[in-house]
Nanobody, 123 residues
Framework: QVQLVESGGGLVQPGGSLRLSCAAS????????MGWYRQAPGKQRELVAA???????NYGDSVKGRFTISRDNAKNTVYLQMNSLKPEDTAVYYC?????????????????WGQGTQVTVSS
């Protein structure tokens, strides 16, 4: 089993920045790709960004150029740096881990999920 714990969410004004962290523990040797998803009220969960064990990344179209995903394998942690935040970025952000090496596995291929952290972008 793998446990994922997100942190770093909160309230930020439009144009501001936040950095989310996701700490993994447990059987982490089985994990390859890690990703961030988000779900806004009344909307489907969507991919924000993903990174595989080799460092290859993929981003959702709505966040390209604003968000950056990275991972620190020594700390078993993945980060999501979010800049130029917009009100439409408001959502619960979830960390996910997959045993797949694909840089953009489908949502169903993610084996473990965190509890989520709320991000609210509002003035």
């Amino acid at each position: 089993q793998v446990q994922l714990v997100e942190s770093g969410g909160g309230l930020v004004q439009p144009g501001g920045s936040l950095r989310l962290s996701c700490a993994a523990s447990g059987s982490i040797s089985s994990i390859n790709t890690m990703g961030w998803y988000r779900q806004a009220p009344g909307k489907q969960r969507e991919l924000v960004a993903a990174i595989n064990s080799g460092g290859s990344t993929n981003y959702g179209d709505s966040v390209k150029g604003r968000f950056t995903i990275s991972r620190d394998n020594a700390k078993n942690t993945v980060y999501l740096q979010m800049n130029s935040l917009k009100p439409e970025d408001t959502a619960v952000y979830y960390c996910a881990a997959s045993r797949s090496e694909a840089t953009m596995p489908p949502e169903s291929w993610y084996n473990y999920w965190g509890q989520g952290t709320q991000v609210t972008v509002s003035s």
